[in-house]
């Protein structure tokens, strides 16, 4: 039974998130990798595996301007600098705050902070909060 406080999609998130970050770090067809991944992971329908492969896509597509909105709202720091999986959990953030109008962006928020709290630095989840809250203002 999934815990009550897991929101349901937190597994097809951190699935996104490892096939994003298997593709950053090779040099391979990008759908190749997701469906390496979604090999490695069972899932509960087609619509948990239409959310990743949609979400994965995004990213990829609209990657220019997520990083530019990520620089844009990043305080007195560099994006060089910016942890690899704190930027691909901003890029999944943004693109779901600007193109998946059926889920809430402070639900999109949420998620991305408390994956970040499992899979990144102890200070990633405050920072990853402060970018997608400004961000998310700044096109609301």
Same mark, same amino acid.
């Not at 942890?83 to 109008?101: P, S, T, V």
């Given at each position: 039974?999934?815990?009550?406080?897991?929101?349901?999609?937190?597994? !097809?998130?951190?699935?996104?998130?490892?096939?994003?970050?298997? /593709? #950053?770090? &090779?040099?391979?067809?990008?759908?190749?990798?997701?469906?390496?991944?979604? !090999?490695?992971?069972?899932?509960? #329908?087609?619509?948990?595996?239409? /959310?990743?492969?949609?979400?994965?896509?995004?990213?990829?597509?609209?990657?220019?301007?997520?990083?530019?909105?990520?620089?844009?709202?990043?305080?007195?720091?560099?994006?060089?600098?910016?942890? &690899?999986?704190?930027?691909?959990?901003?890029?999944?953030?943004?693109?779901?705050?600007?193109?998946?109008?059926?889920?809430?962006?402070?639900?999109?928020?949420? $998620?991305?902070? $408390?994956?970040?709290?499992?899979? !990144?630095? $102890?200070? #990633? !989840?405050?920072?990853?909060?402060?970018?997608?809250? #400004?961000? /998310?203002?700044?096109?609301?």
């Amino acid at each position: 039974m999934i815990s009550p406080d897991l929101h349901p999609r937190r597994k !097809s998130r951190e699935s996104v998130l490892k096939a994003l970050y298997a /593709y #950053s770090n &090779q040099n391979e067809n990008p759908m190749l990798v997701l469906k390496r991944v979604l !090999s490695l992971i069972s899932m509960k #329908s087609s619509t948990d595996s239409a /959310y990743i492969e949609n979400l994965y896509s995004l990213v990829l597509k609209n990657n220019e301007l997520t990083d530019k909105l990520i620089k844009k709202n990043l305080k007195n720091w560099k994006f060089n600098r910016v942890a &690899q999986l704190d930027k691909i959990l901003l890029r999944m953030g943004i693109c779901e705050i600007i193109f998946m109008d059926d889920i809430p962006p402070k639900a999109s928020i949420t $998620e991305m902070v $408390e994956i970040a709290k499992i899979y !990144s630095t $102890e200070d #990633s !989840s405050s920072f990853i909060n402060g970018v997608l809250d #400004s961000v /998310y203002k700044e096109i609301k």
